[in-house]
């Protein structure tokens, strides 16, 4: 790419990972709330926070403040979102505010997104290596920086 359509690409990227940050705040989690966009062709054609299932209570943390297990991550159910519409993920690039870890990286690999952009690390990376591996592009956005 050139400067300028490199320029272009990291103030779109920037874009939509404040957006993913705005969505994050639907979140009912306590600890952490974390948003993901599915971008494609410039249209957002799926989003996602964490949460419970739908249809449970939406509360997150157990009386010891640990994540419930059930708990999806915002890429999970992003990605989910798209099997129940008629839109493909094939190709399309995930803008999400935490590091994938490596439950959610594999569903990433399995949706057919060729592009990650995130801005919080996350305390593994075996996700993130995961992507790598796969020939996943995968571009960090420190969000201080925005």
Known sequence: MDSETN???????????????????NSYCIRRKVG?????????????????PSGFENICEDQNNKT?????????????KIARSNNSSNGATLYVTA????ECA???IQSGIKRIVYSESYRLDDGIELLDRAG???VFLDHEQY
């Open 106 to 108: 594999k569903l990433i």
């Open 7 to 25: 320029k272009k690409q990291k103030e779109l990227d920037s874009r939509y990972l404040r957006m993913a940050i705005i969505w994050s705040e």
């Open 68 to 80: 419930k297990p059930y708990v999806l991550h915002a890429e999970a159910n992003a990605i989910t």
């Open 99 to 102: 590091a994938p870890c490596i």
């Open 36 to 52: 993901a966009l599915i971008v494609k062709d410039k249209m957002i054609i799926s989003d996602g926070y964490n949460g419970t």
């Open 136 to 138: 996943i592009e995968v």
